[in-house]
């Protein structure tokens, strides 16, 4: 019996184990084919984890990312720098700025030369370059261009051996298998021509588009308001307003302010004088547009594929966007058609000894192709930079300690780790002022009077901006003394720039004046140790702002400490963005928070801010504060349309005066931007006002492919010790299993 | 179980409108047609009449439910809420405030999500069903207790440390698959599929495998397991040819249903591992404001989930005999 019991056992525990090796054999194949799939990546050339293809490795590519996907890529509508990104690089306006030289300056992109106004009176009569401005009526600008410039190669220009285009008007048939632009099987080219940036100056007013500079250019150039109107009509009559196919043939419809000359030539005319057109004039907005490119673009069919201009662009650039995929990547290639443009042989001491004249003379892109990838959070982005996938990458906060550490004289320097990778880095001031606003309207805050301005220089010194920025911003910018930022002519280095109602100049640098000397201000206000004399009530004030996230209760509490220093009381009325923008534009806010990034690099773009006619109440300007000062009104229109000289310098340097005085803002801080690139990353230079820097970008592919290979080898030996521990946590449960079996058995056995 | 259906399918068009009415009521409540105007218009140089021009060509300038000043039906009809919602029912999802086709983009990235929550939901089913069935068959010793304190510490780990804690070990310090990205088609997409499917797994492991062992523990101290046991069946045996079989029901109410909603992804891991599909989708719309985004999304949900449930109850009547819809 027992013998029997004994190889009954014995089947049951081969069965038993039988089983269960088939069990765990499963996930042991699965393993294999996992190691197997392990082994045919690493045999592969890449490093296992390289997010490109093998077949990209060494190629002349250049690999950085995008946060979000871009709302509009039409150059009419497009007003963000993440758009700008892309349609810089293929869209070309007459001017850019220079690669290399500071200040910036402007030069011929597609131009012949820099356009020079001619100024008229009201009857017609050409005035001298040193008219008055009084009498002057409107400004002329005649631009002349370069011929010979082709359009990149795009569907909208294929023609049949008849010389008819291809695609102009698509069948539902013909549009079958078209899903991208890259499924039309031809493509073609034009010259461009003086008549496309005509074009491009009348879509702004088109009622189908969104252009943010409507506004602002039918102020100056003769017509355009009326131009709007006249689209609008037209589109109605064609039936626009039901039919988003209808196409509108704006060389149909003339702009008296922008007229074609010849082939090469036009002009534009525009009410009185105002030199910073030409500013405008290097923006995208004023690039060319083909009117072929309208039509094709208008087909119905296309829009419902998401083929539209607003996504797929067209230009003369150095680049095109070959791959449009807002969801996963955006590829710019270099265009085939791209005219003769040379790599600037000019630039300082500096930048000969940074070696960014090396390349002098040099037929321009270096690059093929710049690849995009969709990038939203900034751990990934960080990590894969120092792995050497990305070529250059900013500095997020929480990364900042790990890539920067400050030197005993409080200079930015690499940290160790990323010197032994020889990564660079570039800090630049960014040309944007950020600020604290009074609203001058407001009867506690606002005012002209000697009290009213006490108050605000009172809070202005007590608001320790330094701090701030060592908090908030890891030290990455420069207290404001005024809404000037550096580079930007009209700011004042040392002594002489200094808001003398803030700081002291001591021992060669500003230092901000005392609390006690806050105190006396506020004292003198009328509000004794944050006492109103009059009523008796601590002195509360309302901090307007629409931030969220968990950052903002830290920056309020410090705000709030701020004002404790001189005993003022401060309530944050936190709202949704929305809200604010309604208090700002009804004038209902005391303080607030709000910041301005350079359109153009002139003094006129930020002191524009506190022009009285601005302001946001009264006009729905940029002027937010509401700020009005006859004098500086008067200022402003003086120095607003003058050059680069002396005598402008002197007007800026009034105005400035009278701000500081009058402490419309607690003038804030401008940003610095930290740049981080790898060696073999060439050419680099900020230049925060050119849109099209990647042509001048050079890449070493074969160094990138080294140093990837250095820094990415996989590591396996912690999976193999993972296997272990699985194996050997395993084995005491065989254990007890085959003797829970054996009992179960065992037991049934003794039953029998 | 056709006429069963058919109602289900009916019930379900109320409460379709109904998450219709409270999608479009919360968000309005948070944001205005101005906020939708004034985001997707910039903030330079915007101006009302800019934010009037947008809301007007895009319909936002009508009263959102009720139309004090129309006549009739239209007092209803000409309304943001019905005109942006009735398309819905046909599946007619329109263009996003920035132009694009919704459906276009959806199934565009109903792919990516797909190719990350298909595997992430199979491999976590199969190992949490596989781990609950050791725990029940080691009940009530250490490997048992072990299992549990296991899962409880792993379903307390909050997801994000997952996903960084994934990208960190993996990606930064082995350097075995990129730390994020997304491949085209085939092979070359695998590598960054792997770690967001695992993560998906573990992340999901601890309550999982607790609650599948909670179901096979049930299931094995009742009268027919004990039979079973009687008939000298095998422990294996009886685990897998009558508990699983019985616990199905059980599992199958929440396996089931989710797997319509596979197609919206994952909000977190689709976001950090740089995954286009439709949960980052979702996540840009809500950051942008992007109502027609939005209430496609919601109402994507909604029907998702809605035959999700009605799979479930069909899968009942598969998997136990005794169960029959009602005619």
């Given at each position: 019996m027992?013998?029997?019991?004994?190889?009954?056992?014995?089947?049951?525990?081969?069965?038993?184990?039988?089983?269960?090796?088939?069990?765990?054999?499963?996930?042991?194949?699965?393993?294999?084919?996992?190691?197997?799939?392990?082994?045919?990546a690493?045999?592969?050339?890449?490093?296992?984890?390289?997010?490109?293809?093998?077949?990209?490795?060494?190629?002349?590519?250049?690999?950085?990312a995008?946060?979000?996907?871009?709302?509009?890529?039409?150059?009419?509508?497009?007003?963000?720098?993440?758009?700008?990104?892309?349609?810089?690089?293929?869209?070309?306006?007459?001017?850019?700025?220079?690669?290399?030289k500071?200040?910036?300056?402007?030069?011929?992109?597609?131009?012949?030369?820099?356009?020079?106004?001619?100024?008229?009176?009201?009857?017609?009569?050409?005035?001298?370059?040193?008219?008055?401005?009084?009498?002057?009526?409107?400004?002329?600008?005649?631009?002349?261009?370069?011929?010979?410039?082709?359009?990149?190669?795009?569907?909208?220009?294929?023609?049949?051996?008849?010389?008819?285009?291809?695609?102009?008007?698509?069948?539902?048939?013909?549009?079958?298998h078209?899903?991208?632009?890259?499924?039309f099987?031809?493509?073609?080219?034009?010259?461009?021509?003086?008549?496309?940036?005509?074009?491009?100056?009348?879509?702004?007013?088109?009622?189908?588009?969104?252009?943010?500079?409507f506004?602002?250019?039918?102020?100056?150039?003769?017509?355009?308001?009326?131009?709007a109107?006249?689209?609008?009509?037209?589109?109605?009559?064609?039936?626009?307003?039901?039919?988003?196919?209808?196409?509108?043939?704006?060389?149909?419809?003339?702009?008296?302010?922008?007229?074609?000359?010849?082939?090469?030539?036009?002009?534009?005319?525009v009410?009185?004088?105002?030199?910073?057109?030409?500013?405008?004039?290097?923006?995208?907005?004023?690039a060319p547009?083909?009117?072929?490119?309208?039509?094709?673009?208008?087909?119905?069919?296309?829009?419902?594929?998401?083929?539209?201009l607003?996504?797929?662009?067209?230009?003369?650039?150095?680049y095109?966007?070959?791959?449009?995929?807002?969801?996963?990547?955006?590829?710019?290639?270099?265009?085939?058609?791209?005219?003769?443009?040379?790599?600037?042989?000019?630039?300082?001491?500096?930048?000969?000894?940074?070696?960014?004249?090396?390349?002098?003379?040099?037929?321009?892109?270096?690059?093929?192709?710049?690849?995009?990838?969709?990038?939203?959070?900034d751990?990934?982005?960080?990590?894969?930079?120092?792995?050497?996938?990305?070529?250059?990458s900013?500095?997020?906060?929480?990364?900042?300690d790990?890539?920067?550490?400050?030197s005993?004289?409080?200079?930015?320097?690499?940290?160790?780790?990323?010197?032994?990778?020889?990564?660079?880095?570039?800090?630049?001031?960014?040309?944007?002022?950020?600020?604290?606003?009074?609203?001058?309207?407001?009867?506690?805050?606002?005012?002209?009077?000697?009290?009213?301005?006490?108050?605000?220089?009172?809070?202005?010194?007590?608001?320790?901006?330094?701090?701030?920025?060592?908090?908030?911003?890891?030290?990455?910018?420069?207290?404001?003394?005024?809404?000037?930022?550096?580079?930007?002519?009209?700011?004042?280095?040392?002594?002489?720039?200094?808001?003398?109602?803030?700081?002291?100049?001591?021992?060669?640098?500003a230092?901000?004046?005392?609390?006690a000397?806050?105190?006396?201000?506020?004292?003198?206000?009328?509000?004794?140790?944050?006492?109103?004399?009059?009523?008796?009530?601590?002195?509360?004030?309302?901090?307007?702002?629409?931030?969220?996230?968990?950052d903002?209760?830290a920056?309020?509490?410090?705000?709030?400490?701020?004002?404790?220093?001189?005993?003022?009381?401060?309530?944050i009325?936190?709202?949704?963005?929305?809200?604010?923008?309604?208090?700002?534009?009804?004038?209902?806010?005391?303080?607030?928070?709000w910041?301005?990034?350079?359109?153009?690099?002139?003094?006129?773009?930020?002191?524009?801010?506190?022009?009285?006619?601005?302001?946001?109440?009264?006009?729905?300007?940029?002027?937010?504060?509401?700020?009005?000062?006859?004098e500086?009104?008067r200022?402003?229109?003086?120095?607003?349309?003058?050059?680069?000289?002396?005598?402008?310098?002197?007007?800026?340097?009034?105005?400035?005066?009278?701000?500081?005085?009058?402490?419309?803002?607690?003038?804030?801080?401008?940003?610095?931007?930290?740049?981080?690139?790898?060696?073999?990353?060439?050419?680099?230079?900020p230049?925060?006002m050119?849109q099209?820097?990647?042509?001048?970008?050079r890449?070493?592919?074969k160094?990138?492919?080294?140093?990837?290979?250095?820094?990415?080898?996989?590591?396996?030996?912690p999976?193999w010790?993972?296997?272990?521990?699985?194996?050997?946590?395993?084995?005491?449960?065989?254990v007890?299993?085959?003797?829970?079996?054996?009992q179960?058995?065992?037991?049934?056995?003794?039953?029998? | 179980?056709?006429?069963?259906?058919?109602?289900?399918?009916?019930?379900?068009?109320p409460?379709?409108?109904?998450?219709?009415?409270?999608?479009f009521?919360?968000?309005?409540?948070?944001n205005?047609?101005?906020?939708?105007?004034?985001?997707?218009?910039?903030?330079k140089?915007v101006q009302?009449?800019?934010?009037?021009k947008?809301?007007?060509?895009?319909?936002?300038?009508k009263?959102?439910?009720?139309?004090?000043?129309?006549?009739?039906?239209?007092?209803?009809?000409?309304t943001?809420?019905?005109?942006?919602?009735?398309?819905?029912?046909?599946?007619?999802?329109?263009?996003?405030?920035?132009?694009?086709?919704?459906?276009?983009?959806?199934?565009?990235?109903?792919?990516?999500?797909?190719?990350?929550?298909?595997?992430?939901?199979?491999?976590?089913?199969?190992?949490?069903?596989?781990?609950?069935l050791?725990?029940?068959?080691?009940?009530a010793?250490?490997?048992?207790?072990?299992?549990?304190?296991?899962?409880?510490?792993?379903?307390?780990?909050?997801?994000?440390?997952?996903?960084i804690?994934?990208q960190?070990l993996?990606?930064k310090?082995l350097?075995?698959?990129?730390?994020?990205?997304?491949?085209?088609?085939?092979?070359?997409?695998?590598?960054?599929?792997i770690?967001?499917?695992?993560i998906?797994?573990?992340?999901?492991?601890?309550?999982?495998?607790?609650?599948?062992?909670?179901?096979?523990?049930?299931?094995?101290?009742?009268?027919?397991?004990?039979?079973?046991?009687?008939?000298?069946?095998?422990?294996?045996?009886?685990?897998?040819?009558?508990?699983?079989?019985?616990?199905?029901?059980?599992?199958?109410?929440?396996?089931?249903?989710?797997?319509p909603?596979?197609?919206l992804?994952?909000?977190?891991?689709?976001?950090?591992?740089?995954?286009?599909?439709?949960?980052?989708y979702?996540?840009d719309?809500i950051?942008?404001?992007?109502?027609?985004?939005?209430?496609?999304?919601?109402?994507?949900?909604?029907?998702?989930?809605?035959?999700?449930?009605i799979?479930?109850?069909?899968?009942?009547?598969?998997?136990?005999?005794?169960?029959?819809?009602e005619?």
């Amino acid at each position: 019996m027992q013998a029997v019991a004994s190889l009954n056992t014995n089947k049951h525990r081969q069965t038993v184990f039988a089983k269960l090796k088939s069990w765990l054999a499963r996930p042991v194949q699965l393993g294999g084919v996992l190691c197997l799939t392990c082994l045919v990546a690493g045999c592969s050339k890449s490093s296992w984890n390289n997010p490109y293809p093998a077949s990209e490795s060494g190629k002349n590519i250049i690999y950085s990312a995008f946060r979000e996907r871009p709302k509009h890529l039409d150059p009419a509508q497009s007003y963000s720098s993440n758009e700008y990104t892309f349609i810089g690089e293929i869209y070309e306006p007459i001017l850019q700025y220079n690669y290399l030289k500071r200040p910036y300056q402007l030069e011929p992109l597609t131009a012949t030369q820099i356009p020079h106004p001619v100024y008229y009176d009201a009857n017609g009569k050409q005035l001298p370059d040193n008219a008055v401005l009084d009498q002057i009526a409107y400004s002329l600008y005649t631009i002349h261009i370069k011929p010979g410039i082709l359009y990149q190669p795009h569907p909208a220009f294929a023609k049949d051996a008849k010389g008819n285009y291809l695609y102009h008007h698509l069948s539902d048939t013909e549009l079958t298998h078209i899903y991208r632009l890259s499924d039309f099987s031809h493509t073609g080219t034009r010259e461009l021509t003086a008549a496309d940036y005509v074009y491009q100056i009348k879509r702004l007013a088109s009622p189908r588009l969104h252009s943010p500079i409507f506004g602002l250019m039918s102020e100056y150039i003769v017509g355009l308001a009326d131009y709007a109107k006249t689209l609008q009509q037209a589109y109605k009559q064609l039936g626009g307003d039901e039919d988003q196919s209808v196409y509108l043939d704006l060389t149909k419809y003339p702009l008296d302010g922008v007229k074609q000359i010849d082939r090469y030539t036009y002009q534009i005319k525009v009410k009185g004088k105002y030199p910073q057109l030409l500013y405008w004039l290097a923006m995208p907005f004023f690039a060319p547009m083909p009117k072929e490119a309208d039509i094709f673009y208008s087909q119905l069919g296309l829009q419902q594929r998401n083929i539209t201009l607003d996504w797929y662009p067209v230009g003369t650039g150095a680049y095109m966007l070959t791959e449009n995929n807002p969801n996963r990547r955006m590829v710019l290639s270099r265009n085939p058609n791209y005219h003769e443009d040379e790599y600037p042989s000019q630039g300082s001491p500096e930048d000969k000894k940074e070696g960014l004249l090396a390349d002098a003379g040099k037929k321009l892109p270096f690059i093929d192709e710049a690849i995009f990838s969709l990038e939203k959070e900034d751990i990934p982005y960080w990590n894969k930079f120092m792995q050497g996938y990305y070529d250059a990458s900013g500095i997020s906060s929480d990364t900042f300690d790990k890539a920067i550490s400050f030197s005993q004289t409080g200079n930015a320097q690499l940290s160790e780790d990323l010197k032994q990778r020889h990564i660079h880095l570039l800090t630049t001031v960014q040309p944007t002022t950020i600020y604290l606003g009074f609203n001058m309207l407001d009867p506690v805050v606002g005012g002209y009077d000697e009290k009213h301005r006490k108050l605000r220089q009172a809070i202005s010194i007590a608001i320790d901006y330094e701090q701030y920025i060592a908090i908030f911003v890891n030290g990455r910018g420069i207290p404001a003394f005024s809404p000037i930022p550096p580079g930007i002519f009209g700011f004042r280095k040392g002594e002489a720039g200094i808001n003398p109602y803030v700081y002291e100049w001591h021992n060669d640098k500003a230092e901000r004046k005392s609390i006690a000397q806050a105190q006396q201000l506020l004292a003198e206000a009328g509000y004794p140790d944050g006492i109103s004399a009059q009523t008796g009530k601590p002195l509360l004030i309302n901090f307007d702002t629409a931030a969220s996230g968990s950052d903002s209760k830290a920056w309020f509490d410090w705000l709030r400490k701020q004002f404790d220093k001189i005993h003022v009381q401060l309530n944050i009325r936190n709202t949704d963005y929305n809200r604010f923008q309604d208090k700002m534009s009804k004038g209902n806010a005391q303080l607030f928070n709000w910041g301005w990034n350079a359109d153009y690099p002139d003094p006129e773009n930020f002191l524009f801010l506190l022009y009285g006619p601005n302001s946001k109440v009264s006009s729905q300007g940029e002027n937010a504060a509401n700020y009005s000062n006859p004098e500086y009104d008067r200022l402003f229109v003086q120095m607003k349309n003058m050059g680069d000289t002396p005598q402008r310098q002197a007007i800026i340097d009034k105005m400035l005066a009278l701000l500081q005085r009058d402490a419309p803002w607690v003038w804030g801080f401008h940003p610095e931007a930290y740049t981080l690139y790898h060696d073999w990353l060439k050419n680099v230079k900020p230049n925060l006002m050119a849109q099209n820097t990647l042509k001048y970008r050079r890449i070493d592919p074969k160094e990138r492919q080294q140093y990837r290979k250095k820094w990415n080898h996989p590591v396996l030996w912690p999976l193999w010790i993972l296997l272990l521990i699985v194996a050997i946590s395993l084995l005491p449960a065989i254990v007890t299993y085959r003797r829970k079996e054996h009992q179960a058995v065992v037991n049934r056995a003794r039953e029998d | 179980m056709f006429a069963y259906i058919i109602r289900r399918v009916l019930y379900a068009i109320p409460i379709l409108i109904g998450v219709n009415i409270l999608t479009f009521a919360l968000f309005f409540m948070v944001n205005s047609p101005d906020d939708m105007a004034r985001m997707q218009l910039g903030m330079k140089h915007v101006q009302q009449a800019d934010i009037d021009k947008w809301k007007q060509e895009r319909g936002y300038d009508k009263p959102l439910f009720i139309n004090t000043k129309a006549k009739g039906m239209h007092v209803l009809t000409d309304t943001i809420f019905y005109n942006k919602s009735i398309s819905l029912f046909a599946f007619h999802f329109g263009s996003a405030d920035d132009g694009r086709d919704i459906g276009y983009d959806i199934r565009q990235r109903m792919g990516p999500s797909l190719s990350i929550a298909i595997p992430a939901f199979i491999v976590g089913l199969l190992v949490n069903i596989t781990f609950a069935l050791l725990l029940a068959f080691f009940r009530a010793t250490y490997v048992d207790i072990w299992g549990v304190v296991l899962c409880v510490i792993m379903m307390s780990i909050s997801g994000m440390f997952y996903i960084i804690g994934g990208q960190f070990l993996i990606s930064k310090t082995l350097h075995l698959v990129p730390i994020s990205g997304y491949g085209e088609f085939g092979w070359s997409s695998f590598k960054f599929i792997i770690l967001p499917a695992i993560i998906g797994v573990i992340s999901g492991f601890g309550s999982g495998a607790r609650l599948y062992r909670t179901l096979f523990l049930e299931e094995i101290g009742k009268d027919y397991v004990r039979t079973a046991r009687a008939k000298g069946l095998s422990e294996l045996r009886v685990l897998f040819r009558h508990v699983l079989k019985n616990a199905m029901i059980p599992i199958l109410t929440g396996v089931v249903v989710v797997i319509p909603s596979l197609f919206l992804g994952a909000l977190l891991t689709e976001s950090f591992f740089g995954i286009p599909g439709l949960g980052s989708y979702t996540i840009d719309a809500i950051r942008s404001q992007d109502f027609a985004i939005v209430r496609a999304m919601v109402f994507l949900g909604s029907v998702l989930y809605i035959v999700g449930l009605i799979l479930t109850d069909i899968s009942y009547t598969l998997v136990d005999p005794r169960i029959r819809l009602e005619e």
